[in-house]
């Protein structure tokens, strides 16, 4: 695994188990991904990690802002992301690319502060783009 990954997990105050490890190392493969997803891949690795330390890491990561997650706006399933970093979203069927455009959120933020939307802090701007499906 590349040091950035180690780093992330140390800073958020997690100690670096090889479980944690081998979770964030299926995250850093797949970049968006199901429980489903997760628990296969790093099973297929390391059979002796359990459903619930998974699920247990999965919290903690997301609790520690080392991982985000996102709704499927198709199939509704909720996928967890490595990219945790203010994004955008294109979904093509079931594949899903991320879509990395400040320009995109500054022009929704300051359009919706120009309509006083609300008086709160926009803290994160996320656009879900579907592309039709070519039956
Ligand atoms: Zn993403």
Redesign the pocket.
Known sequence: MNSEGLNRIKEAGLKLTPQRREVYEAMMQLR?ATVEDIIERVQSRNKEVTLSTIYRILDSFCAANILSF?YHPDTGKCYY?I?VAE?H?LFDGTSIE?YADTELSQLIRTYLESKHFTEEEIAKIQVQVTLKKNV
Request: charged share 30%; proline share 0%.
């Open positions: 968006h996102i992301d990219t994004h979203h991320d």
